[in-house]
Nanobody, 115 residues
Framework: QVQLKESGGGLVQAGGSLRLSCAPS????????MGWFRQAPGKQRELVAT???????NYADSAKGRFTISRDNAKNTVYLQMNSLKPEDTAVYYC?????????WGQGTQVTVSS
């Protein structure tokens, strides 16, 4: 069973940066899109950014201008560069790979931004 492994979360001060990475443990075929979602305590999971196999990118309004999503097609790895972090960005960040057959989700990585 392929699993997604996220890394790069942590504690950072407001205004700081973090880079999240997500890679599958095995081969994933028929990828349509890859992306990042987040869930803050007491809130629903929300989209942060997605990138399709044709490199069409979509950002949540809260991420525009501060976050950058990218991918390495050879490794099926997706990254999220987060700059100018704010306390309201504090959440568990989840990696997602959407294929023709199913959704893959990572276990989540905690991002905490202190004020």
């Amino acid at each position: 069973q392929v699993q997604l492994k996220e890394s790069g979360g942590g504690l950072v001060q407001a205004g700081g940066s973090l880079r999240l990475s997500c890679a599958p443990s095995g081969t994933v075929d028929s990828i349509i899109a890859m992306g990042w979602f987040r869930q803050a305590p007491g809130k629903q999971r929300e989209l942060v950014a997605t990138i399709t196999r044709l490199n069409t990118i979509n950002y949540a309004d809260s991420a525009k201008g501060r976050f950058t999503i990218s991918r390495d097609n050879a490794k099926n790895t997706v990254y999220l560069q987060m700059n100018s972090l704010k306390p309201e960005d504090t959440a568990v960040y989840y990696c997602n790979i959407y294929t023709l057959n199913r959704d893959y989700w990572g276990q989540g990585t905690q991002v905490t931004v202190s004020s």
